[in-house]
């Protein structure tokens, strides 16, 4: 395992599921990518040439909440990743320029996981995805250890965890570690296509004992059958305490123990590239609760960040300085 800095943090502890002691460390565990985003102006042509913008940039959604969580003020965020040998003095450069200490996994056989985002140069700036997760879904529990726990007050893990039975096994190794400390556990859901393979009964039971779930409006009606956002919400906050919605250009919606109880408008923004946003809302909300803000509060954070993001190409947040 090769990492910056060490595992001491301050001390800090949790004591609901939308807010924590003030001062300790978020450890966010999760998926490093590298990024290829071809943003193209017209409509793709089949069987020869378009035109386009072509950048390589890190991502992985789990690397992104942790940059984004770190740029919008948490005092200490750790990441625990996997990532291919030919990537991996990048992409721990790249993480610890954005704030974000480091713990990757160096991987023996599998390549560093790579994302070609399809950018539509149109005004809604949507982006579609082809994955191939490498090394990133190759975490499993030998690469955990309770130590990473000391004077975290938050975990976060990436829904793309789930995706395979090494880093599902891992899910469930840090749940329960977390939660025999007391630490709350959030979680993205990450991809709605993926989650259509997996199942929702199936996702929903690997979720149980996490505190936060932090939903697109897709994966919500997805894991709930329910068309409409809102009901889709309220419904899995029979399952998960605390669900915040996140809805784009809608804002998002906050719920507990079945009701919305917060519809957070979103905040206005020129898109030039979608990619990322949502891990955006969530590295700011987690920041926020961090911070000792309550849920609305947190989630008109991660609001503000999606719109800050949206006008950027790539995942991250602009390095400091």
Known sequence: MTGAGSDRGAAGGADSAGSSAAG????????????????????????????????????GAGANVACWAAHRGAAEVRLLGRVGAEAAAWHERE??????????????????????????????AERTFLTDSGASLRLEPADWSDALLDGVARLHLSGYLLFSEPSRALVTVAVQAARA????????????????????????ELVEGVEVLLPSRDEACLLTGLTDAADAAAELSLRVPLVVAKQGHEGALVARSGKVCARVPAVA??????????????GAFLAALLAGAGPEEAAEEGCRAGASAVERVGGRPPLPG
């Open 24 to 59: 300790g460390a978020l450890l966010v565990v999760g998926d490093v990518i590298t990024d290829v985003v071809a943003r193209h102006a017209g409509p793709l042509a089949a069987g020869t040439d378009t035109a386009a913008s072509i950048r390589t940039v890190p991502g």
């Open 95 to 124: 993480l610890a320029a954005q704030g974000v200490r480091p713990r990757l996994v160096v991987d023996p056989e599998a390549a560093t996981g790579t994302v070609i985002c399809l950018v539509d140069g149109g005004a809604s």
């Open 181 to 204: 400390r007391g630490v709350p556990v959030s979680l993205d859901p990450a991809s709605a296509g993926f989650l259509g393979e997996l199942g929702a009964g199936r996702f929903l």
């Open 269 to 282: 923004a020129t898109p030039r590239d979608t990619t990322g946003a949502g891990d955006a809302f969530t």
